[in-house]
């Protein structure tokens, strides 16, 4: 299959496009990792609020729900684009012949 040549002008653009891509992913990297010290932060103060002094505070319960929810979504973004998200045919490939075999009956 013939590959058309880049010119000068598509080939900046492609560059550009890959440097905004890699800086957007490491950007998502970090909100995950402040969003997870976010999370971890917030169910300590919620476990001393509620067992070391007696009285639970309200948001603590719902902050970490939706946390958990945009990490999770942020990070498997993340991973998918960098091809590290594991798939059900990962496992598949990873059993024996009769493994895979079982698997395939029962799916």
């Not at 013939?2 to 890959?18: N, Q």
């Not at 998502?28 to 990792?33: D, L, N, P, S, Y």
């Not at 945009?70 to 998200?85: G, K, V």
């Given at each position: 299959m013939?590959?058309?040549?880049?010119?000068?002008?598509?080939?900046?653009?492609?560059?550009?496009?890959?440097n905004f891509v890699s800086l957007l992913a490491t950007i998502?990297?970090?909100?995950?990792?402040l969003m997870t010290m976010a999370l971890f932060a917030i169910v300590?103060?919620?476990?001393?609020?509620?067992?070391?002094f007696g009285q639970?505070?309200?948001w603590t319960?719902?902050?970490p729900r939706y946390l958990l929810i945009?990490?999770?979504?942020?990070?498997?973004?993340?991973?998918?684009?960098?091809?590290?998200?594991m798939s059900a045919s990962m496992f598949c490939s990873m059993?024996?012949?009769r493994g895979r075999v079982a698997l395939s009956?029962?799916?």
């Open positions: 013939h590959r058309p040549r880049l010119t000068g002008g598509c080939r900046v653009l492609l560059k550009l496009f890959d998502t990297r970090v909100v995950c990792i300590i103060a919620a476990i001393v609020a509620r067992y070391g639970a505070v309200s319960e719902e902050v945009w990490i999770s979504f942020l990070a498997a973004a993340r991973l998918a684009s960098s091809d590290a998200i059993r024996s012949r009956a029962c799916s």
